[in-house]
């Protein structure tokens, strides 16, 4: 199977940029799309941002749209998550997924990914 980590988390202030990584080790497919989820303490999942690696089609989360941009290392295996103009709302655990096979079906959902990684804290001071 596929293992997801992701990096680049930590401590900013507002307005602030990071820059967040996924790499993907084991057996990788060939064709599958990528996705940035994000979760602060006491509240669900949310969906953050969405890549297909073949298509080069994105998505976003009305919230980040214009502050964050997903992109991708085909040859690296490797999907980033570029955040600017950082608020303090933004901060949560950040979680890298993946989605198998070739549909790109319906990737704001978490229920359609197969992979996650372990996550990474992003926290946004005032």
């Known amino acids: 199977q596929v293992q997801l980590v992701e990096s680049g988390g930590g401590l900013v202030q507002a307005g602030g940029s990071l820059r967040l990584s996924c790499a993907a080790s084991?057996?990788?497919?060939?064709?599958?799309?990528m996705g940035w989820f994000r979760q602060a303490p006491g509240k669900e999942r949310e969906f953050v941002a969405a890549?297909?690696?073949?298509?080069?089609?994105?998505y976003y989360a009305d919230s980040v749209k214009g502050r964050f941009t997903i992109s991708r290392r085909n040859a690296k295996d490797t999907v980033y998550l570029q955040m600017n103009s950082l608020k303090p709302e933004d901060t949560a655990v950040y979680y890298c997924?993946?989605?198998?096979?070739?549909?790109?079906?319906?990737?704001?959902?978490?229920?359609?990914?197969?992979?996650w990684g372990q996550g990474t804290q992003v926290t946004v001071s005032s």
């Open positions: 890549i297909t690696w073949s298509g080069g089609s994105t």
């Open positions: 997924a993946a989605q198998r096979g070739g549909s790109n079906y319906r990737l704001r959902l978490i229920s359609q990914y197969d992979y």
């Open positions: 084991g057996r990788t497919f060939s064709s599958y799309a």
